[in-house]
């Protein structure tokens, strides 16, 4: 069965910088696009990164709130996903969640905890 498995949080200090990891198993790793999404503090679920590969390449995507400091990036080989995150702010504080899309249900990791605070 499909499964997605996040590490990388924690607690880092405004400025930081950390690197989260989504493990996937289950399913054909390197068909599938992958997302990102993170839940602030009495916020909704909000998409912050997409990967996916086709013909012509990688694509990408990042929301105005991540772009510039956040990174996604997938090995194919290690069925892994990951998001590089820089310029940390305590409003990035939030649990991070990594998912796919696979005929029309989404699968979601269970989420990793990424406190920005001094």
């Known amino acids: 069965q499909v499964q997605l498995v996040e590490s990388g949080g924690g607690l880092v200090q405004p400025g930081g910088s950390l690197r989260l990891s989504c493990a996937a198993s289950g399913f054909a790793f390197d068909v599938y696009a992958m997302f990102w999404y993170r839940q602030g503090p009495g916020e909704e679920r909000r998409l912050i990164a997409t990967i996916s590969d086709s013909d012509s390449g990688t694509f990408t995507f990042y929301s105005d709130s991540v772009k510039g400091r956040f990174t996604v990036s997938k090995d194919d080989a290690k069925n892994t996903m990951h998001l590089q995150m820089g310029s940390l702010k305590p409003e990035d504080t939030a649990v991070y969640y990594c998912?796919?899309?696979?005929?029309?249900?989404?699968?979601w990791g269970q989420g990793t905890q990424v406190t920005v605070s001094s």
């Open positions: 998912a796919t899309l696979i005929g029309g249900t989404t699968y």
